[in-house]
């Protein structure tokens, strides 16, 4: 079997010219005669890469002088556990807004650091729509407001950067990161699990301004504080240099695309492709998250019948199509429509969408 095209919420889809470049430069990287993955991250040739893909995505994002861009370790998971321990002291409290299952899950991760405070939740009403934003009760006073700009399971996305005032906000951005523009100088901290928009799993992006670093936070080992990963430039112990490698060739591709307002134009018609598809087929297939909340990176959807459920996807994968089931939380269908997805995938899905239903009825 070739190359399919590939709906996995994560890992996910890579770009086939970043595997391209890799599979070319594994055995005999940068003519070093050795693959990138055999040599010290202290090197001369790696220490180069890395500045260089840091450089790259510092250009992306437009990251400004006093953010600190670290390539660390652990998953998003562990830094819903370290953000509190580095940026709260001992009593200290942090506002949580929860739109979904991750948010639910860094807010519960945190709570054995401070006293977490949700100050705005949809969970009442199944995650189909953002928490309201009239709503939500802020403390002036809190260390942080965390918050998921993407729900990789529910489907649900922020479309513009909340205000939360002088509190400095924190984004888990593990399924949306590099996909449009973003205006980096709205947070404190951002942080993404590199498994989606940027390379492997095991490499986890933060940009953290710089005076953020400096707060003392509560007693912690050396290898907890990002202060100290930030002093040694991410290499306060070995990093994962075949992510940060790849990370690097996926920036690189992502400059050589026309950046981030040209995927961010790309994402929007994947995802109105699909939703138009989806809203069009009389009932047939359903998302039922609430029109002006909806993921342009992660589509959950329903079939009208979950007897057919089975069938869908045993079709589409022998069609090609790979990774539609759904969130186990959910059921149904789910399709993620990463940078690195192109629209020819979207259009290919929609086709056998719509034969799908006619051979079904
Ligand atoms: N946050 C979000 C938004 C995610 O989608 C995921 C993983 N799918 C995580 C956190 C957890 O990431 P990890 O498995 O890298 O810890």
Redesign the pocket.
Same mark, same amino acid.
């Given at each position: 079997m070739g190359r399919v095209w590939n709906f996995s *919420?994560?890992p996910a889809a890579l770009p086939q010219a970043v595997l391209e470049q890799a599979q070319r430069e594994l055995l005999d990287w940068n003519g070093s005669g050795a693959s990138v993955m055999e040599q010290s991250h202290r090197g001369k040739r790696f220490i180069a890469m890395a500045e260089r893909a840091e450089a790259d995505l510092r250009e992306l994002l437009d990251v400004p002088d006093d953010y600190a861009v670290l390539f660390l370790q =652990? =998953? *998003? #998971? !562990?830094h819903?556990a370290q953000i509190p321990m580095n940026l709260a002291a001992p009593g200290d409290s942090a506002d949580y807004v929860v739109s979904g299952h991750?948010s639910e899950? *860094?807010a519960n991760e945190a709570m054995p650091y401070l006293r977490v405070n949700v100050a705005a939740s949809s969970k009442a009403d199944g995650y189909l729509h953002l928490p309201r934003r009239g709503a939500w009760r802020l403390d002036p006073a809190a260390a942080y407001v965390h918050y #998921?700009p993407?729900? #990789?399971?529910h489907g649900v996305e922020f479309h513009d950067v909340p205000e939360v005032g002088d509190v400095p906000l924190v984004a888990?951005?593990?399924?949306n990161i590099l996909s449009g523009p973003l205006d980096v100088r709205r947070f404190g901290l951002i942080y993404a699990?590199a !498994?989606?928009n940027i390379g492997p799993?095991g490499l986890?992006l933060m940009i953290v301004r710089r005076d953020l670093l400096e707060r003392a936070g509560r007693p912690m080992a050396r290898i907890f504080r990002y202060a100290e990963h930030a002093a040694a430039g991410s290499m306060l112990n070995t990093p994962n240099t075949w992510g940060w490698y790849l990370a690097g060739l996926t920036f690189g591709w992502l400059k050589a695309h026309g950046g981030l307002a040209a995927m961010g134009e790309r994402n929007r018609a994947k995802a109105a492709l699909l939703y138009a598809a989806i809203d069009g087929s009389d009932g047939y297939y359903r998302n039922p998250v609430d029109a002006a909340s909806r993921s342009r990176m992660n589509v959950p959807f329903t079939l009208h019948d979950a007897a057919l459920d089975a069938a869908f996807l045993v079709e589409s994968e022998a069609a090609g199509l790979l990774a539609l089931k759904g969130h186990k939380a959910l059921g149904g269908m789910r399709a993620s429509l990463y940078n690195a997805v192109p629209l020819e995938a979207v259009q290919a899905l929609v086709g056998f969408m719509r034969d799908f239903a006619r051979r079904h009825g």
């Open positions: *919420a994560g =652990g =998953g *998003a #998971t !562990q819903f991750w899950k *860094a #998921t993407n729900e #990789t399971i888990d951005m593990s399924s699990g !498994q989606k799993s986890v």
